[in-house]
Structure formats: structure tokens, C-alpha cells
């Protein structure tokens, strides 16, 4: 079983929305030290993944990619154990495949090489 989940993927013309979900299996978002990171990795890009949105969920802080600030949303849902990527105003160039990522050492600004686990992704489409 994956250590994260992602959900909410799907087709979505260009201005619209969706909003992604990332389910934390193994460890608890509430209780432990974490940042949760949003990666994308676009159609034929091998495996390089790059940095969306982050979130620290101690302090609760975020971060932003600057191709999508003001656009996407990162926020956290400490009920359902899972942190929320809203995805507002999207682009074709926004189509990827998208993963959520944990750091254990709680710290946003990681390398993506030190993200300690990972989800299976979940597929954005933004297609007319």
C-alpha cells in the first residue's frame, strides 16, 4: 500500500477547475511534522518531476511555483487526514501527471530528491 493517495484527476477544458486530494496512509498529518508537496510531471518528460505547491503542516505555511500563484490553492484537511490542491483558471500547459510528496524533515524549501515518499499520481488533462 502506498504511504500517499492521490484522487481527483481528470479532463478539464482550458479556465476551469479541479481540485486534487492527498491522502496521508501511513502517518498522520495532525501529529507529526511534515510538508506535503504537490509535484507535476508533463506528458514525455521522463521522470522529472517539478515543484508546484507546498505545504508545512506544523506551521501550516505554503508555497507557491510561480506559474501557478494565484491560480492554485494549497490548503489541509486534518479531519479526512489529506491535504487539497485547488486548481483554479487552468492552462493545456497544466496538463502532467501530478504527485504528492512528504518530507519528513518538515521543510518545503527540500530538494525534490530528499521527499522521502511518494504517491502513484494522479492525471490532469486540460484539453478544448
Known amino acids: 500500500q502506498a504511504q500517499l493517495v492521490e484522487s481527483g484527476g481528470g479532463l478539464v477544458q482550458p479556465g476551469g477547475s479541479l481540485t486534487l486530494s492527498c491522502e496521508a496512509v501511513t502517518f498522520s498529518l495532525s501529529r507529526d511534522y511534515i510538508a506535503i508537496g504537490w509535484f507535476r510531471q508533463a506528458p514525455g518528460r521522463g521522470r522529472e518531476q517539478v515543484s508546484v505547491?507546498?505545504?508545512?503542516?506544523?506551521?501550516?505555511?505554503?508555497w507557491y511555483a510561480d506559474s501557478v500563484k494565484g491560480r492554485f490553492t494549497i490548503s489541509r484537511d486534518d479531519a479526512k487526514n489529506s491535504v487539497v490542491l485547488q486548481m483554479n483558471s487552468l492552462k493545456p500547459e497544466d496538463t502532467a501527471l501530478y504527485y504528492c510528496?512528504?518530507?519528513?524533515?518538515?521543510?518545503?524549501?527540500?530538494?525534490?530528491?530528499?521527499?522521502?515518499?511518494w504517491g502513484e499520481g494522479t492525471l490532469v488533462t486540460v484539453s478544448s
Open positions: 510528496a512528504a518530507d519528513y524533515d518538515a521543510w518545503c524549501g527540500a530538494p525534490v530528491s530528499k521527499f522521502d515518499a
Open positions: 505547491a507546498c505545504i508545512n503542516t506544523a506551521e501550516n505555511s505554503s
